[in-house]
């Protein structure tokens, strides 16, 4: 990193690095709670420096050829490789999970390049010959210009590496805004594309919070922008970016339930449930926060299988491997997760493991919070209807799939879900009728590969285009469609008052 020998972390603007603000902020290892270092945040003019470099950058990099944008991913990808161990370490630091978590994390983000790299097939346009009298059509898939993408503290790497890979490479510029808790990651990456040779300006990175978001909603040069965080903020941008004439996705929170049928194989339910829910201290958005077991019978197999699991969890530090589980990624965020299990108790769910007073030895100072798992939730609960964003497992029973649907499809959120069956028809009606935008069958964490798209339904996602993938490439592009006449020499035609048709 440019800046890397400094307490201060910069931005990345016109390819120059350590651009400092007036603000900065303390960035902490969510581990120790030790201040790592301190990160400028940016105001309303290195923003528009930002946006004036990717302005400038513009033109010739929609000009530049498909193939020539993908070499340089190419690179990249294989930048991002080599150096994926270190990526992985700034991730631990700064987010608190677990090294061989966060190197997954890494590795999905790595494949959204390898899906970028494929621009020349991607970007082919449309084309119909002898659409009327020596007359061809084409349509033609062409940038938007400049693009923002805001992104949440939970994967730093890997979403980030949602959007600017594909605008890039779809001939846009870019701005970057990641989240201002920890933006190691993002900007090392960010770096490491400009390693791979990409002109000054066509990716910018600017660290800084609400003053630089609003200062991305309002200039008028932002074409489009991107936005993964909660659902209030996702709302937020998408109504104002909108008002504002911009293209706007706006991906936010989510509850995801998964259902158990009685038919189910249970310990390998119960073994996908503790990954899915427990894994990275719950701080996904794909996370399983509900199970709903399916008849009391399977409710009690379950909740005793998963207090014998969770149990055992061993959570500490991200830089050990052995451990399941890191710490949460702010003190405060420990606290707000740990009143929901106050809340919990109050609202009179059977709290059946309480993590609330873990104290990991030699780490005392980290925001850790052991599994905690609810038994016995309803509907009418804040621990049902919040996304909490921790590692709170609540359990619900039901008598039937249908009342399972009903309290899926019923929840305002509608990213992910998973039926744990060995029902093929179940399975078939399940993944049929659900009113949720990503479907496991028996497979707690659907988050789609990269030539798919990621996007929720409901308060999940404000626009009409998901993340990544296919429609990834559309969000990024404009369709043009071009009709052209090479009337034959000597061929006149007078004037025609009727609509053109081809009859
Ligand atoms: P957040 O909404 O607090 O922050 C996201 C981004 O918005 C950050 O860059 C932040 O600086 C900015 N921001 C925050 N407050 C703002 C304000 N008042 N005005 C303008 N900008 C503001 O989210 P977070 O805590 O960083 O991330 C966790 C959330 O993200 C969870 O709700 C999680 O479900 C969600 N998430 C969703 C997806 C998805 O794909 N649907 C993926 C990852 C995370």
Not at 395 to 422: K, S
Not at 449 to 467: E, I, M, N, P, Y
Request: proline share 5%.
């Amino acid at each position: 990193m440019g800046s890397g020998d400094s307490k201060i972390t910069g931005h990345i603007i016109n390819g120059e690095y350590g651009l400092y603000s007036d603000r900065s902020q303390a960035i902490f290892n969510p581990g120790t709670g030790e201040e790592i270092r301190k990160v400028a945040m940016a105001g309303v003019s290195q923003v528009e420096n930002a946006i004036s470099a990717a302005e400038a950058a513009f033109p010739q990099w929609r000009d530049t050829p498909p193939a020539k944008r993908a070499r340089i991913m190419f690179r990249f990808k294989t930048l991002l490789e080599e150096n994926a161990d270190a990526i992985a370490s700034l991730l631990t630091q700064e987010h608190g999970k677990v090294h061989n978590d966060a190197l997954g994390e890494v590795q999905r983000g790595i494949e959204n390049v390898e899906f970028a790299c494929g621009a020349p097939e991607l970007l082919k346009g449309e084309y119909t010959r002898n659409i009327g009298p020596e007359i061809d059509a084409w349509s033609d898939f062409q940038p938007l210009g400049v693009v923002a993408g805001i992104t949440p503290f939970n994967f730093p790497a890997m979403v980030p590496l949602w959007m600017y890979p594909l605008a890039i490479v779809c001939g846009n510029t870019f701005i970057l805004k990641p989240s201002e808790r920890n933006p190691g990651a993002p900007l090392f990456i960010a770096d490491l594309l400009h390693q791979a040779g990409l002109p000054p300006g066509v990716l910018n990175v600017v660290v800084g919070d609400k003053e630089a978001v609003n200062a991305l909603l309002d200039d008028k040069r932002i074409q489009a922008i991107s936005f993964v965080g909660s659902t209030p903020i996702a709302e937020y941008i998408y109504t104002t970016g909108t008002a504002k004439g911009k293209r706007v996705q706006a991906l936010g929170g989510a509850k995801n339930h998964a259902i158990v049928m009685p038919d189910a194989d249970l310990d390998n339910a119960v073994q996908a449930l503790m990954g899915a829910a427990f894994g990275s201290c719950g701080e996904r958005c794909m996370a399983i926060s509900v199970a709903v077991a399916i008849g009391d019978e399977v409710g009690d197999q379950l909740v005793s299988k998963l207090k014998h699991e969770i149990l055992q969890l061993k959570v500490g530090i991200g830089t050990d491997n052995n451990n399941d589980m890191g710490p949460l990624i702010s003190r405060d965020h420990q606290k707000k997760v740990s009143s929901y299990v106050d809340i919990g108790v109050e609202e009179g769910a059977d709290l059946v493991v309480d993590g609330r007073n873990l104290s990991v030895e030699n780490y005392e100072g980290g925001y850790f919070l052991g599994g905690c798992l609810f038994d016995r939730v309803t509907r009418d609960m804040k621990i049902y209807s919040d996304e909490i964003f921790g590692p709170v497992l609540c359990v619900m029973r039901v008598n039937t799939m249908q009342e399972a649907m009903r309290l899926v499809d019923e929840h305002e959120y509608g990213n992910g879900t998973c039926l744990f069956t060995r029902d093929g028809g179940a399975a078939r009606y399940f993944s049929n009728n659900i009113r949720v935008g990503m479907v496991g069958i028996n497979v707690p964490l659907p988050v789609p590969v990269s030539c798919h798209s990621f996007g929720g339904w409901k308060r999940s996602l404000f626009g009409d285009l998901s993340a990544y993938g296919p429609d990834g490439v559309r969000f990024y592009t404009r369709r043009k469609t071009i009709s052209q006449r090479w009337p034959s020499s000597g061929v006149r035609d007078g004037a025609q008052f009727s609509f053109p048709s081809d009859k």
